[in-house]
T-cell receptor, first 114, second 111 residues
């Protein structure tokens, strides 16, 4: 079956702009999580959605937001981009019969803010 | 404060050797711990998932152990191969639902 699909793979934006990233989970998976990966901070948890509801949130400013649709696809939005938002953004999907089942990751979206 | 630490940050070993990667966490109230590998510029590939009630999981040449009381997990790789070169990450899901990753161990297998 198809894996987790993230689009676009690469993105270049200017400071102050906003960006929307998309994640399509594995078919049948209802949980989608988003992560930011930078060389300095490593992988940091952004938020998790389950059945269109945000279930969990990391320590990121309100400029970072997300949503999940009825087909479990998820989008992440970053407004008023800053240079420090340049990172690899990864999403993971899982099928939680109980909390914390195995997570499967997409290839990521590489965002560069100039 | 919940933290996940991986030691060493980088490791180089000759091909064929067995090796152990370490992951430690500061809060024993966890749901599970998951080991991943990441190749440069790519996403994460799940290797092993250990639930809090389990002591170890095995997949091929990989064996992961979990000692919740001491806050430690190890990933054992047997008979290492050049294709094992990657960054290995552990992630802990705590009971308060926070998911925290270690910073990873960069592994280089020397042919």
């Amino acid at each position: 079956k198809a894996g987790v699909t993230q689009t676009p793979r690469y993105l270049i934006k200017t400071r102050g702009q906003q960006v929307t990233l998309s994640c399509s989970p594995i078919s049948g998976h209802r949980s989608v999580s988003w992560y930011q990966q930078t060389p300095g901070q490593g992988l940091q948890f952004l938020f998790e959605y389950f059945s269109e509801t945000q279930r969990n949130k990391g320590n990121f400013p309100g400029r970072f937001s997300g949503r999940q649709f009825s087909n479990s696809r998820s989008e992440m939005n970053v407004s008023t981009l800053e240079l420090g938002d340049s990172a690899l953004y990864l999403c993971a999907s899982s099928s939680p019969a109980s909390p914390g089942t195995e997570a499967f990751f997409g290839q990521g979206t590489r965002l560069t803010v100039v | 404060k919940q933290e996940v630490t991986q030691i060493p940050a980088a490791l180089s070993v000759p091909e064929g050797e067995n090796l152990v990667l370490n992951c430690s966490f500061t809060d024993s109230a966890i749901y599970n711990l998951q080991w991943f590998r990441q190749d440069p510029g790519k996403g994460l590939t799940s290797l092993l998932l250990i639930q809090s009630s389990q002591r170890e999981q095995t997949s091929g040449r990989l064996n992961a152990s979990l000692d919740k009381s001491s806050g430690r997990s190890t990933l054992y790789i047997a008979a290492s191969q050049p294709g094992d070169s990657a960054t290995y990450l552990c992630a802990v899901r705590f009971r308060d639902d926070k998911i925290i990753f270690g910073k990873g161990t960069r592994l280089h297998i020397l042919p």
